[in-house]
């Protein structure tokens, strides 16, 4: 029995459940350092630890001068931001200029130290990828979080040995259009083309690539990602995106979508939403916005408007 008691407290401690409630969900108060239950109001602890810092800072420039640590760590740094830099400026941590006869020897430190950072035929190809992923995410105006996922699928792909024979461009744009997908970014195939340095069949190469060889999960790219974003750039009203995701929810559903562009979906069904609220713009400006043809638009909405029964005014 006292076994039992024994791992059933353990098993309570380790789960955080309420004595008065049984509930699991738990807000902390860092200032009061108390734990209380969200369902009931009880007070589940009341001296909690801080692990923060042990000095206070009020602004900005004061939290940046106490603290003692540097930036976070990220995969979107070819050494993952964990290396240092000699300054150029010639002075100690003091500020005081540093003599004549240890600047000779700080400039060969420095010196080698430059020529480590290049050590490897895989430094130097991250180096490049990065700055390129740098450049593409800023022009595509991905999120930070999605970079990161890009570079974790560009080294993957990297370890794999899966850039030889193929440009750092390809397959840099490969991983953040497979990264925009996982993450459920509106971004096209064409639209990394254009942004990007290299031609679309290249870039499908490397992304069927990635796709077969490295062991990372991409949902099928879906017509309802590209809505919002479409949407925004002609100005459609709200009742005009709900029944234009009705009419992909249901087309989903009847396997109309099976096959077909996302693009094309997405413009087909805005164009007869707002027709259908009477919120109408042109093919041409839905298909500007698309990333298609005009003729892509009119077999999509012929397709749509016969599968689902939809009576046109």
């Excluded at 003692?68 to 400026?89: E, F, V, Y």
Aim: proline content about 3%; aromatic content about 4%.
């Amino acid at each position: 029995m006292a076994r039992t008691a024994r791992g059933s407290t353990q098993e309570r401690e380790k789960k955080r459940i309420c004595s008065v409630c049984g509930s699991d969900s738990f807000y902390e108060d860092p200032r009061r350092g108390e734990s209380i239950c969200t369902s009931c109001g009880c007070v589940a602890e009341d001296h909690i630890m801080d692990h923060g810092p042990e000095w206070r800072a009020f602004t900005t420039e004061e939290r940046n001068a106490r603290a003692r640590t540097g930036a976070p760590m990220t995969l979107t740094i070819a050494d993952k931001g964990l290396a240092t830099a000699i300054s150029w400026t010639n002075r100690d941590a003091a500020g005081r200029s540093i003599k004549g006869s240890r600047r000779a020897e700080i400039y060969r430190m420095r010196k080698w130290q430059i020529r480590s950072w290049a050590h490897g035929s895989k430094q130097t190809n991250l180096r490049q990828a990065m700055s390129e992923m740098d450049r593409l995410t800023s022009q595509l105006g991905v999120p930070r979080k999605t970079k990161e996922t890009a570079a974790h699928i560009y080294r993957k792909a990297l370890d794999k040995r899966l850039v030889r024979g193929r440009t750092i461009e390809g397959v840099v744009a490969a991983s953040i259009y497979l990264s925009c997908r996982i993450h459920r970014i509106p971004r096209q195939l064409d639209e990394v083309v254009n942004q990007s340095k290299i031609k679309r069949r290249e870039l499908g190469n490397c992304v069927r690539l990635i796709l077969r060889y490295v062991d990372v999960h991409v949902p099928l790219p879906s017509a309802r990602d590209l809505i919002p974003r479409i949407s925004s750039d002609l100005g459609f009203q709200g009742k005009t995106i709900k029944t234009a995701t009705d009419i992909i929810s249901q087309a989903r559903r009847e396997g109309i979508t099976v096959g077909k562009d996302p693009g094309g979906i997405a413009a087909a069904s805005l164009y007869i939403a707002g027709i259908l609220e009477d919120d109408r713009r042109t093919q041409r400006e839905i298909a500007e916005a698309s990333n298609v043809t005009e003729v892509t638009v009119r077999n999509r909405y012929k397709d749509l408007v016969r599968s689902l029964g939809i009576t046109m005014r």
